[in-house]
């Protein structure tokens, strides 16, 4: 691919074949545009990724509190709040030892395997 997918990527770089391929399928970057190539995946963008691209309709799952005492129910985390309340019922990402869910925190090769690994599991991919 020799031309620019993103504003903030480069032309020709490794993951242009496969930024291509997203954008033309609808997966999008960043609302401000960008894509952020050297910026760290957290955990709830993880998520968000990963249901978008099973195909997991997460519109009837309902939140009806906080689903760990550090993911704040306000305008800000409803993006994502669905994303963590299914993770939580299907126990797909643990949590701390104190019960902290961290959603800003980077994710590791490992955790993304696992994440399919303990989807698998629940049979979700039925």
Avoid: C
Avoid at 87 to 103: I, M, Q, T
Avoid at 105 to 113: I, L, W
């Amino acid at each position: 691919v020799g031309r620019r997918i993103y504003p903030d990527t480069e032309a020709g770089k490794w993951y242009s074949p496969f930024l291509l391929t997203a954008k033309l399928l609808g997966i999008t970057g960043y609302p401000d545009g960008t894509f952020r190539p050297d910026q760290q995946v957290n955990k709830v963008e993880l998520l968000k990724m990963f249901f978008n691209i099973a195909s997991r309709d997460l519109s009837d799952v309902r939140v009806t509190g906080r689903p760990y005492p550090d993911v704040p129910v306000d305008d800000k985390t409803a993006w994502y709040l669905q994303f963590v309340e299914f993770s939580k019922k299907y126990a797909l990402v643990d949590a701390s030892k104190e019960g902290l869910f961290y959603p800003a925190s980077g994710m590791q090769r490992g955790d993304v395997a696992e994440l399919f690994y303990r989807y698998h599991l629940a049979e979700l991919d039925k």
